[in-house]
């Protein structure tokens, strides 16, 4: 099984910046797609950011072009940059991959998260 380990997260006032990495390790094939994604209290958890195995993004339209999601194929890492973070990025982030295992078949595995506070 792959396992996905999140870091980078804390406590930056509003208009600061992280940046959240998710390193995967274990025995797969591959990893195709990975995405953040994160949970307020109170809410259900929401895509962020997605990335393809070629390096193809998506965001969620509240990211508004201040989030860039990247990755190390290399380092079997996952970045995610967040810029002008407000205090409604609040939220517990949590790293995603979908695993093409040694077996042939396909699932996904998720981090334990990491927690996101921003202050205003």
């Known amino acids: 099984q792959v396992q996905l380990v999140e870091s980078g997260g804390g406590l930056v006032q509003a208009g600061g910046s992280l940046r959240l990495s998710c390193v995967a390790s274990?025995?797969?094939?591959?990893?195709?797609?990975m995405a953040w994604y994160r949970q307020a209290p109170g809410k259900q958890r929401e895509l962020v950011a997605l990335i393809s195995n070629d390096g193809r993004p998506d965001y969620a339209e509240f990211v508004e072009g201040r989030f860039t999601i990247s990755r190390d194929n290399a380092k079997s890492t996952v970045y995610l940059q967040m810029n002008n973070l407000k205090p409604e990025d609040t939220a517990v982030y949590s790293c995603?991959?979908?695993?093409?295992?040694?077996?042939?078949?396909?699932?996904?595995?998720w981090g334990q998260g990491t927690q996101v506070t921003v202050s205003s």
């Open positions: 274990g025995s797969r094939i591959r990893i195709d797609d």
């Open positions: 995603n991959a979908e695993v093409f295992s040694l077996a042939r078949r396909v699932y996904t595995t």
